[in-house]
């Protein structure tokens, strides 16, 4: 069992930044691939990026690519999202999920209770 907790949500101005974090316990933690996803009031929930256990490999929606960054460290069991640029569009709750790889919500097995970011004009 994986446990997943975000963080590092809230309000920020059209243009702003966020790092959002994705602390991870449980018995096989440090060895999770790690994917972020979003889900805006409405929508579905979609893929923004992944990274593999070791940090080495990471992978991003196309649409993102370029203003969002995942990392890890493993020393503290956390993965990080770094959003810059932000725009209205992005205003979504973000979760992190585990135990798996891929850009389908199916490709994981465990997940957070989600951060909620919003982006004002």
């Known amino acids: 069992q994986v446990q997943l907790v975000e963080s590092g949500g809230g309000l920020v101005q059209a243009g702003g930044s966020l790092r959002l974090s994705c602390a991870a316990s449980g018995r096989t933690s440090s060895n999770c691939n790690v994917g972020w996803f979003r889900q805006a009031p409405g929508k579905e929930r979609e893929f923004v990026a992944a990274i593999d256990w070791s940090g080495s490999s990471t992978y991003y929606s196309d649409s993102l690519k370029g203003r969002f960054t995942i990392s890890r460290d493993n020393a503290k069991n956390t993965v990080y999202l770094q959003m810059n640029s932000l725009k209205p569009e992005d205003t979504a709750s973000y979760y992190c999920?585990?135990?798996?790889?891929?850009?389908?919500?199916?490709?994981?097995?465990?997940w957070g209770q989600g951060t909620q970011v919003t982006v004002s004009s």
């Open positions: 999920a585990a135990g798996g790889w891929g850009t389908a919500l199916d490709d994981y097995d465990y």
